[in-house]
């Protein structure tokens, strides 16, 4: 939302939504039951409305920790360096997105970095890597982000799709079993 919304309703937004969760955390009140899969989706960018993924994954009865991905953390985990003048700041601006650990940039062990620590932070108990069917940087280094979960026995699941919404029964079986494989 933050790409599309105005600046200081958005602001105005997240702070409400901040302060509703810190009274649900004092009061340990959860949306999903204590025991529900944690999962850190990674991969494509998934634009609003083409959730599906996370829908999926909630009707399953899984929940998403976290989303590493162009519009996850990963566009906001990262501070600018400050500047005194305006030159050096918008310089340090320009440098920023050279920083970003995405797919595109290669190599990219930073990401794969970003991911294992993500799911130790999260207390993620699997990944979804999720590809659309039109992003080749992504389809081509899932190989290497399999490899990375398989070496260090994280449970994880491959999906492709695209912005359609035929596939989804396709998917919800193999999200369904991936969660019962967690249990």
Known sequence: MAFFDDPVRFAQQVNL??????????????????????ILITGT???IPYWKIHALIEQAGGVVVGEETCIGERYYKDKTEPAEEAG?????????PLNVNCACFTPNSGRIEDIISMV?????????DFTLQFCQPYG???????????????????????????????LKTRIDAFLEMLK
């Open 17 to 38: 939504l901040c302060d509703e969760l810190e009274e649900r955390v004092a009061r340990k009140e959860g949306v999903v039951p204590a025991d529900a899969p944690r």
């Open 45 to 47: 960018p998934q634009p």
């Open 88 to 96: 050096e700041m918008l310089k340090n601006i320009a440098k920023r």
């Open 120 to 128: 130790d932070n999260l207390k993620a108990d699997g990944v979804i």
């Open 140 to 170: 081509a280094e899932s190989y290497t982000v399999a490899k990375e979960l398989d070496k260090r026995n994280i449970p994880h699941l491959k999906l492709e799709s695209d912005f359609s919404e035929e596939d989804q029964g396709q």
